[in-house]
């Protein structure tokens, strides 16, 4: 059974720094890794995808990393501001099952303070 | 830019009674998907559709729980007898297919038992 871990549970930075947010998972079988962001309360906005066969996806400040063999992604946020303090979450999209679905981490919850 | 659209985006229930949380998926989308999330606990998989019939469900997805498609754009869960635990985020997801392709989510849809 897939487990997916996020460490940080927490963090707060100052802004203007750049952050890194961990993400593993346990089961290598994997189509792809989504990195996403939920504000209180609210829905999930899809950050970023990456495939099985990439190594890192980029947008805006943003940039992913994947290193499926060793089941590990990162989330990059280079120059923090106030508007990126959420939750973030990773999500594996597994081989296994016919809808092949996602499985969750429990978080980061980042602050951005001023 | 095509989404995932919800109803309602909060209800409250009374404990045992039934209630049908509505989803109209991305319209050239196949494959659906129910997810929830408990206060401060992980997103959760429960169930999963495609072709008209469930392709993978949870444990926690028991008999109290069904989905259907009732015509071509609707995707609905329905839980019998509402419980307190039962109360949560519950998320609708679409996509075109398997691998590689993005899973969109709704905003949600709040449910509170009573």
């Known amino acids: 059974k897939q487990e997916v871990t996020q460490i940080p549970a927490a963090l707060s930075v100052p802004e203007g720094e750049n952050l890194v947010l961990n993400c593993s998972f346990t089961d290598s079988a994997i189509y792809n890794l989504q990195w996403f962001r939920q504000d209180p309360g609210k829905g999930l906005t899809s950050l970023l995808l990456?495939?099985?066969?990439?190594r890192e996806q980029t947008s805006g400040r943003l940039n992913a990393s994947l290193d499926k063999s060793s089941g590990r992604s990162t989330l990059y946020i280079a120059a923090s501001q106030p508007g990126d303090s959420a939750t973030y979450l990773c999500?594996?999209?597994?081989?296994?099952?016919?809808?092949?679905?996602?499985?969750f981490g429990t978080g980061t919850r980042l602050q951005v303070t001023l | 830019e095509p989404e995932v659209t919800q109803t309602p985006s909060h209800q409250v229930t009374q404990m045992g009674q039934e209630v049908i949380l509505r989803c109209v998926p991305i319209?050239?989308?196949?494959?659906f998907y129910w997810y929830r999330q408990i206060l401060g606990q992980k997103v959760e998989f429960l169930v999963s559709f495609y072709n008209n019939e469930i392709s993978e469900k949870s444990e926690i997805f028991d008999d109290q729980f069904s989905v259907e498609r009732p015509d071509g754009s609707n995707f609905t869960l329905k839980i019998r007898s509402t419980k307190l635990e039962d109360s949560a985020m519950y998320f609708c997801?679409?996509?075109?297919?398997?691998?590689?392709?993005?899973?969109?989510f709704g905003e949600g849809s709040w449910l509170t038992v009573v």
């Open positions: 999500a594996v999209r597994g081989l296994r099952g016919t809808a092949s679905k996602l499985t």
């Open positions: 997801a679409s996509t075109t297919g398997t691998g590689a392709n993005t899973i969109y």
């Open positions: 319209s050239n989308h196949l494959y």
């Open positions: 990456i495939q099985s066969s990439q």
